[in-house]
């Protein structure tokens, strides 16, 4: 069983920035996915962004050219850089991951997650 545990959320004013992390305790198959989602109060839960373990990302159209995934595989650890963040960026933020002993997922932000991280505030004010 993996434990997903993330950190770095927190209340920012619009322009500013936050670095989120989510650390990946347990066994990690080879050929993983792992994602940010981020649930608004009211809104359904949405995938913002994602990377694969050869290091392949994806990006929804909202928070393109402002956040950056990456990861340490030293750390089984992700992070998610968030910049010039705006008010529609407040929700509660998840990290999630998904992995299988062969083939890589083709497309990682619309795979299905099967373990999910307890989930990190971010608020951001105007």
């Known amino acids: 069983q993996v434990q997903l545990v993330e950190s770095g959320g927190g209340s920012v004013q619009a322009g500013g920035s936050l670095r989120l992390s989510c650390t990946a305790n347990?066994?990690?198959?080879?050929?993983?996915?792992m994602a940010w989602f981020r649930q608004a109060p009211g809104k359904e839960r949405e995938g913002i962004v994602s990377?694969?373990?050869?290091?392949?990302?994806n990006y929804a159209d909202p928070v393109k050219g402002r956040f950056t995934i990456s990861k340490d595989n030293a750390k089984n650890t992700v992070y998610l850089r968030m910049n010039n963040l705006k008010p529609d960026d407040t929700a509660m933020y998840y990290c999630?991951?998904?992995?299988?002993?062969?083939?890589?997922?083709?497309?990682?932000?619309?795979?299905?997650?099967?373990?999910w991280g307890q989930g990190t505030q971010v608020t951001v004010s105007s």
């Open positions: 990377i694969r373990g050869d290091g392949r990302q």
């Open positions: 999630a991951l998904v992995g299988r002993d062969q083939f890589w997922y083709p497309q990682c932000l619309t795979v299905e997650y099967n373990h």
């Open positions: 347990g066994r990690i198959y080879p050929y993983y996915c």
